[in-house]
């Protein structure tokens, strides 16, 4: 069932992290500097892909417990803060846009869709991304998550944009990779797209009853 009905949209909300691009290697490498500076053991790649996908601080307290077994408040505070210093300073060293990204925003931009990054994460390294990648000029805005009190899955930063640059919900379609874009979306009373390649915490995507899956977001356009 085509849900998503982008040629009708007026709006696009994209998540940045899984959905637009692969930014787990960059997360891996901050998240063992990190854990070097807190003299803890290091983590792989294929694990930090599994954690991540529902914020810094998750990402933070499934590691903690990985390595130690319990989550001590203090110590997740001290990583958390150093793995923001250390990511934050150098978001973008090898991540990519996943497949099909630039073709389905070039089309976006060819059809005047006004498109918005909306992510959790922080906006600065969440714009460092955007400019580094070239894809600055395809967004009206990214949309961080320390612009609103709330965050996904509160569906604050959706209804922004729905007052922004909206007529009405049904012009806006969300894409995302995680249960908290689809609870945003539900929340906010807009449709909601997902991508079964992304990070979802380690979660089956499925779980969570999104309206529609794809693979590649050119499917939305084929």
């Not at 290697?25 to 996908?53: C, F, I, K, Y």
């Not at 110590?75 to 991540?95: G, H, M, R, S």
Request: proline share 4%.
């Amino acid at each position: 069932m085509n849900i998503a009905n982008v040629a009708q949209r007026e709006v696009l909300l994209f998540d940045l992290d899984g959905t637009l691009v692969d930014s787990a290697t960059d997360l891996h490498r901050a998240m063992n500097m990190s854990l070097n500076a807190l003299q803890l053991p290091t983590v792989t790649e294929s694990q930090v892909r599994v954690w991540v996908g529902k914020g810094t601080a998750l990402f933070c307290q499934s590691t903690l417990q990985h390595l130690t077994g319990k989550v001590d408040p203090a110590q997740q505070q001290q990583l958390l803060e150093t793995f923001l210093k250390i990511y934050n300073a150098d978001p973008c060293v090898e991540t990519q846009p996943f497949d099909g990204i630039l073709e389905f925003l070039e089309w976006g931009l060819a059809q005047k869709k006004t498109m918005i990054c909306v992510t959790n994460k922080p906006e600065a390294p969440a714009r460092a991304i955007v400019d580094h990648l070239g894809m600055n000029h395809y967004f009206a805005d990214v949309i961080g998550g320390d612009r609103f009190e709330e965050r996904k899955p509160h569906p604050r930063q959706l209804l922004h944009c729905v007052e922004q640059y909206a007529q009405s919900k049904d012009q806006v379609l969300m894409i995302g990779d995680s249960s908290n874009d689809v609870e945003a979306a539900r929340r906010a009373g807009i449709d909601c797209v997902v991508v079964s390649y992304g990070y979802n915490h380690g979660e089956n995507i499925l779980d969570c009853q999104p309206q529609q899956v794809v693979d590649n977001l050119c499917e939305l356009i084929g």
